[in-house]
């Protein structure tokens, strides 16, 4: 009893000049959960006394611990570029600064300054779009997901969609493309098999109540062998003559050539702009190398039903995802392509990381075994399937340290690596060159 009577009450215990620069509302929260779990610990007999001190040390690391911020810096020495778990493509700083300040000021948004009245949030992104695909018209949502969803719902409602079985496929999160059909309530019209579709199985499929013949580009996945698939050019061409709309679900989207003849099978959105499609949608965030965005362009005669559907005001993205995306669109238009860290990784040489690599091995050797070797990469974030690129990295052995250990360790201390063949692996691929310095001193840190 003695033991309960010594337990502060809260309204005394909060005023301890410890708290002073402490939210006092966080502060009593937890000083009531801390000082509720003591009286139930004495009362089991699982403590037989308690120290104050030691009281509002525990309070304070639950503040600390409640208040820290989950999202944080890593540094990506797995190799893959585009990685979907560690926040997909970067956001140079350059690119951050010219924006910030339009971002954190008021800004015209939606208005227009010439006019002096309400504009339009997405016309900040049209001119640039226009530019760089000669198409009609453009919009933006938050991913290509929406996107799909969006332009299925506007054209398709109780309507049929006409999809190859071959590409009903299935994105990261377990999103499947007939899912989000039913959804947007089009029905789903299967054509062909799974690893052969003709042209005749587009023609034979319309009817009536056909809206749209679409193709989904098989950007996580390849079919090899026995295969055949209808090219958007002969699908634009069946759907003209039938007066129904053909529609390209790109998934990641590319303007420029890509390295290591990674788009053999990936034509980039100005070769497909050649074909002029009704419609197109890709991501932002994927090969594009900018913000999380699903971007929709083509006729201008669509676009603008698609803003007319009330739902794009559920899907329509912020200032700064469009100050984001008009700085690297521009960045493309100016060929200013050092500016999209992205693309910067996919074509560093692989002299430069074999520089970068032997820096890092030299600095680290009298504390744990390094060596450079080659390896292969992939991009990643669901784009350019079973297609490796070239690499450089380094092994990490110390002691008689387990690979998941050595792993492990990195991890708590902010270098997500790799484990090929038995051993760690830091992937200069991408790793940023300005990291090189910090992720020395971290291994250095981790088996000091």
């Known amino acids: 009893m003695d033991l309960l009577k010594s337990i502060p009450k809260v309204d005394k215990f909060i005023k301890n ?31 037989n006394n308690f120290n104050e001190d030691q009281l509002i040390k525990n309070t304070i690391n639950e503040y600390e611990k409640i208040t820290k911020p989950s999202l944080q810096n890593l ?30 000021s008021y800004n015209n948004l939606e208005y227009d300054l010439q006019a002096g009245k309400r504009g339009e949030r997405y016309s900040h992104i049209v001119k640039a779009l226009q530019n760089l695909t000669a198409c009609e018209d453009a919009i933006v949502v938050n991913n290509n997901a929406s996107a799909v969803f969006l332009i299925l719902n506007t ?56 809206s749209i013949l679409m193709k989904v580009h098989k950007s996580n996945y390849s079919i090899e062998g026995f295969t055949s698939e209808v090219e958007l050019k002969d699908i634009i061409e069946v759907a003209n003559k039938n007066n129904v709309i053909d ?97 910067k990784m996919l074509h560093t040489s692989i002299d430069e990381l074999k520089k970068r690599a032997s820096y890092v091995k030299e600095s680290l050797e009298d504390i744990c075994k390094c060596e450079v070797i080659n390896t292969q990469t992939l991009i990643g974030g669901g784009t350019t399937p079973n297609r490796k690129i070239p690499s450089i990295a380094i092994t990490i052995e110390y002691k008689d340290y387990k690979p998941n250990k050595i792993e492990k360790l990195l991890r708590e201390n902010g270098v997500i690596s790799r484990i090929e063949n038995e051993k760690v692996l830091f992937d200069f691929r991408s790793i940023q060159e300005c990291e090189l310095d910090e992720i020395i001193a971290i291994v250095r840190k981790v088996f000091k």
Request: net charge positive.
């Open 17 to 47: 000049k410890t708290f002073e620069n402490y939210s006092l509302k966080l502060i009593t929260k937890i000083a009531k959960e801390q000082i509720n779990q003591l009286r139930e610990d004495i009362l089991s007999n699982k403590i």
């Open 75 to 104: 540094i990506n020495a797995t190799g893959i570029i585009v990685h979907t778990n560690l926040g997909r493509s970067l956001i140079s700083q350059e690119s951050f600064d010219k924006v910030k300040k339009v971002a954190s």
């Open 155 to 210: 054209f398709s409602k109780n309507k049929e969609t006409v999809v190859s079985r071959g590409e009903l496929v299935e994105i990261g999160g377990s999103f499947r493309v007939p899912e989000v059909m039913t959804q947007s309530g089009a029905i789903l019209k299967e054509i062909g098999t799974t690893n052969k579709t003709h042209k005749k199985d587009y023609e034979n499929a319309i009817n009536e109540n056909t």
């Open 247 to 343: 529609y390209f679900d790109m998934g990641s989207g590319h303007m420029i050539d890509l390295p290591y003849n990674l788009d053999l099978k990936e034509p980039s959105i100005l070769k497909i702009m050649e074909n002029n499609p009704s419609l197109l949608s890709f991501s932002g965030d994927k090969l594009l190398g900018s913000v999380q965005a699903g971007i929709i362009i083509g006729k201008k005669e669509l676009i603008e039903k698609i803003k007319k559907n009330q739902l794009l005001r559920m899907l329509r993205v912020d200032k700064i995802t469009l100050c984001l995306l008009e700085e690297h669109l521009n960045s493309y238009l100016k060929d200013e392509l050092n500016n999209i860290p992205t693309l």
